[in-house]
């Protein structure tokens, strides 16, 4: 898969869940268009509002830290974001990502580079091959790691739900 | 080379002989938990094409995250809940009153040494304490699981954690993991096992094992651990429970890394606004007023957490202005307390007790924070806006002992 889209650089380590998606939210019985207009709220209050498909995150070390919410992958996903590029990501949210079949992609050297040309880098497009695990910002290329095994399976389904169905079916 | 603990528990739990760090396994629960969030699964599940939870005996299910209901929106979540449970004849449901999840499932018998506990929490990780390695995942994961009876892991390196030593007098076992995480940050353990060893946790009770378990969530690990032993023997044997294998980690098992810590040089530790890494003494903290102190939660919501708490506060009052909500762990813990005369102590003191819940942990009611307010807390997560208020000045986490000395002074004290 090849993405192409805007870049919002989120110039900071240990971004949780919490300010991804605030716990005041959890146990509203929102649909996810509703939970998207409450995406990273408590970190730019301006982001939903400006938010467009096809989007692009990157960000710092340790992204999606804190509470399991898988809110706070469903809303950035319904947001338009379509991939997310972090120096790292917590355990959970990566696994809740790919469960949701939304790019996630470490790669620490692109969230420095990206951090470190901020100014230049927030707005500008980042082009991604998830297959071939190669990403290009303002005309830097960097490679990671693609998926692969029983992870890939699953976002190759179209998420954990699509392969749960498919496994019920067939059993 | 030996074997760490989680190579050991995910082998069993995966059917293979042997399993190594880095290897994908299917791993299958001896529980998987849940608690409010299970209307949400539920949904998720139909959604799956699933009809029948692949074994009721499995499926472990708490009211405790908006107990009792503060709206009638969450009051129709816990009613789709127990249409569920009905439904499915889940056999391990606790009612809304019960208590939090991470203290009712040990507390009745659901936790045995050696076994996988999944759970749709985070701090599912506090399961550790009893020599099990609880792991959290997502709801999705979590429906999944309740369809299939089993997800897929990988299984993780470990980090060993050696704690020697002896406490100081006013040291908990909180101040030992802030001390922790202070030093190996937020994301020191991420995608990790831990494994906890030393004097220190060896005299621990099993009280204080899950609240360090509970918190190395708070480093990102997978499974927070401490191994099996006579702790942990005589706390199943007070439950009656005899039938299961000890699983221990070799002696010559490969470990990523080990941090050594000697506990003696350690005070009362406080993690300031707005990241739980962010741990400095009480004593060098300074001046920081604060408005409400929680005491409780799945952290620090134990007999002996309140019992510290209440003889700090006895025969004296909470100063004014300042609020002290506690909310017990459990129902069992509430009519221990009660009988030990512990609450007595605390409510004379002008503490109020909530019913055994979650409260204001994660913010959606039960005594939120106002704009500009402060809050000492003996949580686990001072993340911005946790607390209900994203205005708030910031909320502290400390010892139940440290909460309850800074109630009584209206500011952050050293207990
Ligand atoms: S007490 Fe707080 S941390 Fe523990 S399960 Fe409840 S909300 Fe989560």
Redesign the pocket.
């Known amino acids: 898969m090849i993405l192409d889209g805007r870049i919002w650089v989120l110039d900071d380590d240990d971004i949780n869940t919490d300010v991804i998606y605030p716990g005041k939210y959890t146990y509203e019985p929102f649909g996810p268009e509703e939970m998207a207009k409450h995406a990273l709220e408590d970190f730019d209050p301006d982001f939903a509002s400006k938010v467009e498909e096809g989007d692009i995150i990157v960000a710092g070390r340790n992204f999606g830290c804190g509470s399991s919410r898988e809110q706070a992958v469903t809303s950035l996903k319904f947001a338009g974001i379509r991939a997310i590029v972090a120096e790292s990501f917590a355990r959970i949210y990566y696994r809740n990502a790919i469960n949701q079949a939304l790019v996630v992609i470490d790669c620490a050297d692109a969230s420095r580079f990206a951090r470190k040309n901020k100014e230049k880098v927030h707005g500008s497009r980042a082009r991604i091959d998830t297959e071939n695990g190669r990403l290009e910002i303002l005309g830097e290329e960097f490679s990671f790691v693609p998926l692969s095994g029983k992870a890939l399976e699953i976002f190759d389904a179209g998420g954990l739900v699509e392969y749960t169905k498919r496994r019920l079916a067939s059993s | 080379m030996g074997k760490t603990l989680i190579e050991k528990i995910l082998a069993a739990a995966s059917g293979e002989k042997e399993v190594r760090a880095g290897e994908i396994v299917f791993a299958r629960p001896h529980m998987i938990l849940s608690h409010d969030n299970s209307a949400a699964i539920s949904k998720i599940f139909f959604d799956m094409g699933a009809k029948k939870v692949w074994n009721p005996s499995r499926v472990f299910i708490a009211l ?2 908006a107990v009792p209901p503060p709206d009638w929106k969450k009051a129709q979540n816990h009613k789709i809940i127990r249409n569920f449970v009905e439904e499915q004849g889940i056999e391990n449901f606790y009612e809304a009153g019960t208590g ?3 203290q009712v499932l040990p507390e009745y018998g659901h936790v045995i040494p050696g076994v996988v506990i999944l759970g749709s ?1 985070s ?1 599912t990780t506090t399961h550790g304490a009893f020599g099990a390695a609880g792991i959290p995942i997502g709801r999705t994961e979590t429906a999944s699981v309740w369809a299939l009876g089993e997800t897929w892991l990988k299984v993780p390196e470990t980090i060993k954690i050696v704690l020697n030593g002896r406490l100081q007098e006013n040291v908990y076992p909180k101040d030992v993991i802030l001390h922790v995480i202070g030093r190996l940050t937020a994301d020191g353990a991420s995608y990790k096992a831990v494994e906890f060893h030393g004097d220190v946790v060896r005299s621990m009770g099993i009280s204080g094992r899950m609240t360090i378990c509970n918190m190395a969530a708070e480093m990102g690990a997978k499974a927070g651990m401490v191994p099996f032993d006579d702790v942990a023997r005589e706390w199943f044997d007070s439950l009656g429970i005899t039938q299961y294998d000890i699983v221990l980690p070799d002696e010559d098992a490969a470990y990523e890394k080990v941090y050594e810590f000697d506990c003696s040089q350690i005070t009362p530790q406080v993690a300031k606004p707005h990241k739980v890494d962010n741990v400095v003494p009480v004593s060098e903290l300074g001046e920081v007023e604060i408005d409400e102190a929680l005491l409780g ?3 620090n919501g134990r007999v002996e957490d309140l019992r510290i708490a209440a003889e700090i506060l006895e025969g004296k009052k909470v100063a004014k202005g300042v609020r002290l909500l506690v909310y017990p762990a459990s129902r069992k813990v509430l009519e221990e307390a009660l009988s030990l005369g512990i609450v007595e102590k605390i409510v004379k003191a002008g503490g109020e007790v909530a019913v055994p819940a ?1 409260g204001p ?2 913010g959606a009611y039960g005594g939120v924070l106002a704009p500009g307010e402060r809050a000492v807390s003996s ?2 997560r001072n993340f911005k806006g946790r607390m209900g208020c994203s205005e708030d000045t910031g909320i502290y986490l400390a010892s139940p002992a440290t909460v309850a000395a800074s109630a009584l002074a209206g500011r952050i004290v050293v207990p």
Do not use: G, P, Q, S
């Open positions: 405790d995250h939090i999840c991470h929490d701090h939660t799945c952290t979650c942990c994660l949580a686990n």
